[in-house]
Nanobody
Framework: QAQLVESGGGLVQPGGSLTLSCVGSERRLAQWTIRWYRQAPGKQREFVAEIYVNAKTRVATSVQDRFTISRDVYANRVDLQMTNLKPEDTPVYYC???????WGQGTQISVSP
């Protein structure tokens, strides 16, 4: 069964950086639109970024000056580079293969002094 596995979450201080990774099994991620969403407890799911088959990207306005999405075709991986992290960036991050609505298990980040 195809899977997406996120990694890279953890604890970081405000202003710090993290890179989240999403690795696919059984499906070549470069052939599909891959999205990152995030969700904090008790809040609605929030779109973060997506990368298309043609490698163009779209990043949510709220984070576009701090987050970048990219793809490593050979590693079958999509990364979300996050800089200048703020406490409100804290929730669980999920990657999604949009066409099949296939979700990973999520990776948690915590931004705290």
């Amino acid at each position: 069964q195809a899977q997406l596995v996120e990694s890279g979450g953890g604890l970081v201080q405000p202003g710090g950086s993290l890179t989240l990774s999403c690795v696919g099994s059984e499906r070549r991620l470069a052939q599909w639109t891959i999205r990152w969403y995030r969700q904090a407890p008790g809040k609605q799911r929030e779109f973060v970024a997506e990368i298309y088959v043609n490698a163009k990207t779209r990043v949510a306005t709220s984070v576009q000056d701090r987050f970048t999405i990219s793809r490593d075709v050979y590693a079958n991986r999509v990364d979300l580079q996050m800089t200048n992290l703020k406490p409100e960036d804290t929730p669980v991050y999920y990657c999604i293969l949009a066409h099949y609505d296939l979700w990973g298990q999520g990776t948690q980040i915590s931004v705290s002094p």
